[in-house]
Each structure stands twice: as C-alpha cells, then as structure tokens.
C-alpha cells in the first residue's frame, strides 16, 4: 500500500457529509418561521370568519399537536397607540418563552412578546 492511500480520503467525504446533514436540518430562524406561521394563523381566522364564526369551524381550526397549538385569544393588545381586538392565538415550540402570535377578526397578525411588547408582523408572501 502507498503513502496516503488507505482510509486517510474517507475523512474529508464524511466531513462534507456532516455539513451537508448539519445544513440541511438548521432551524429555521425564529423571524421566518414567524412570518410562516403568521400566514397560516390568518387563513384560519379567514376560514372560520368565512362559516360564519361557528363552533364547527373553530373545532377544526383549533388544533393542538406537540409544535403546535391554536387557541381562543378574546382580548385586547395595544399596537402604536391603536387598540387591536385579537380572537385568535397561536403558539410554537419555536416560540417557547418568546411569545406568540395573536391575530385580530380582521386577520392582522401581532407578535405578542414575552415581556408585553406588541409588534405587528408581516406575513409570508406565497
């Protein structure tokens, strides 16, 4: 056998392999990820104003899954000196000890920080 040859080329492959894994499963940053799920939250609140406000349509809406949870938000949050009515909240594991999206019946989305602080967010473009 030669000088360099043996299992000394496996080591720079598996290196490209692990940047390409490590890469590939990144998370998302948290702003992005807010913008996704800021378009998501208004289709609900557009889907259930659509029927009508009806328990139905809420009951599927509402949906809870470990990364996940779309809940009842009936209260009022304080954007530019505006008072806003939100109906609406969304929570992620992203999210934990952050905050969480609130989306008011006019489907404008507010991130609602964990220290109180009210931000509006523009939604994803599709």
């Not at 029927?51 to 470990?66: E, L, Q």
């Not at 000196?81 to 992620?92: N, P, R, W």
């Not at 992203?94 to 969480?100: A, D, E, I, L, M």
Request: glycine share 6%; charged share 15%.
């Amino acid at each position: 056998m030669s000088k360099g040859s043996g299992i000394y080329w496996i080591v720079p492959i598996i290196a490209a392999a692990i940047c390409i894994v490590v890469w590939l499963y990144l998370p998302v940053s948290v702003v992005h990820n807010r913008k996704i799920l800021a378009t998501r939250l208004q289709w609900d609140i557009a889907a259930w104003r659509k029927d009508g406000w009806s328990s139905n349509t809420f009951n599927v809406i509402a949906k809870s899954n470990d990364a996940l949870h779309v809940f009842l938000f009936r209260t009022n949050v304080y954007n530019d000196g505006q008072v806003q009515e939100t109906i609406l909240a969304l929570s992620h594991v992203n999210f934990r000890r952050k905050g969480f999206l609130a989306g008011t019946t006019n489907a404008e989305i507010f991130w609602v920080a964990a220290d109180g602080s009210v931000k509006k967010v523009k939604p994803a473009k599709p």
